[in-house]
């Protein structure tokens, strides 16, 4: 189910080192074994690899630095100067893909730009502290982002790019992710380790769902009946992937991963085979067998790594962060 738009395109992993301000390509067909074939640097604090909404180019959000640069995804080589961007600490698009947001994470604000030139139509402030990640509503009419410095959710209304209402939900949210019903919201929460459940049609909290210590990222298995969900491991660095069914909203398994393990940001292979995850406090990625959550690869990359994007993914467009297809 890969788009026409990415042919020719070889299967890599992107790995972005917050702290060593480089980018790192991981070549995971290699006969030897996964492995990173080229480092590049970049600007300064990159936080996550951004398919674009067309899926011809790859933008490392250059948070500190204030760029972004992209990567072609043929070459899997940066492909242009640096873009100036104010505060780009995260990036999605819009599912008609008429507009690139920037989540200015420190400004306070989501920064409607232009999703080819990144020139600046609109700044949507945010009352709320610590906005970063977010997910669309199924019909496209709004997003709904977290906070996680104030503990709170907003709703962005993308007809009129205004905030329609705030969630206060407590804790530290981090991925928020749709169900594939569009029923529900999954928002990570690295403080009450697990899940929040919000109704999408109300904006309500509904439930909540334990996972394990520090709930971080969220990600669906390629067929749409499982979420992913990592936990990043807390003080002792012993992190695990909790599997949730979608239908039964519980967790049908969970996955340690070999400590010192502090799974983080990152996506699923194109045939759904393994789940890829950035080591955020050991510069390690993890690969994971979906069919049962053995560690299958452990490779060394730069200081720091974040959100990683795997490419390419199935899908007709991008909506950005590490890999949301549609």
Not at 110 to 139: E, I, K, Q
Not at 182 to 198: K, P, Q, R, S, T
Request: proline share 10%; aromatic share 8%; glycine share 12%.
């Amino acid at each position: 189910m890969l788009s026409p738009a990415v042919g020719g395109m070889p299967y890599r992993i992107y790995v972005p080192n917050s702290e060593g301000s480089s980018l790192d390509v991981i070549d995971p067909g290699d006969p030897a074994g996964p492995k990173v074939i080229a480092r590049y640097p970049v600007g300064l604090n990159p936080q996550h690899v951004v398919p674009a909404w067309d899926l011809q180019t790859l933008y490392v959000t250059n948070n500190q630095g204030n760029s972004l640069t992209p990567v072609d995804p043929r070459t899997g080589r940066p492909s242009g100067p640096p873009i100036p961007v104010d505060d780009p600490y995260n990036m999605y698009f819009t599912p008609d893909g008429k507009q690139a947001i920037v989540v200015a994470e420190a400004l306070g604000r989501l920064d409607f730009r232009d999703p080819h030139t990144f020139a600046l139509r609109r700044s949507v402030p945010v009352a709320c502290g610590g906005v970063d990640h977010m997910d669309f509503a199924a019909d496209g009419s709004y997003l709904v982002a977290s906070c996680e410095f104030s503990g709170d959710l907003v709703k962005v209304d993308l007809r009129t790019e205004t905030v329609a209402g705030y969630l206060h939900v407590g804790g530290k949210p981090q991925d928020v992710k749709v169900d594939p019903a569009g029923a529900i919201f999954y928002v990570a929460d690295m403080v009450h380790n697990g899940l929040h459940e919000i109704d999408a049609a109300t904006f309500t909290k509904v439930g909540f769902l334990p996972t394990g210590p520090e709930t971080h990222a969220l990600y669906p298995s390629r067929d749409a009946r499982y979420l992913y969900v990592s936990n990043r491991g807390g003080i002792t660095n012993r992190g695990s992937v909790s599997v949730v069914d979608f239908t039964s909203r519980q967790v049908v398994a969970t996955w340690p991963v070999p400590p010192p393990s502090t799974p983080d940001m990152g996506g699923v292979s194109p045939d759904g085979r393994v789940l890829w995850l950035a080591g955020r406090r050991t510069s390690e990625v993890y690969a994971l067998d979906t069919s049962d959550g053995k560690l299958v690869a452990r490779i060394k990359v730069g200081a720091g790594p974040h959100g990683l994007c795997v490419w390419p993914q199935p899908g007709r467009f991008s909506l950005g962060h590490t890999g949301i297809l549609r």
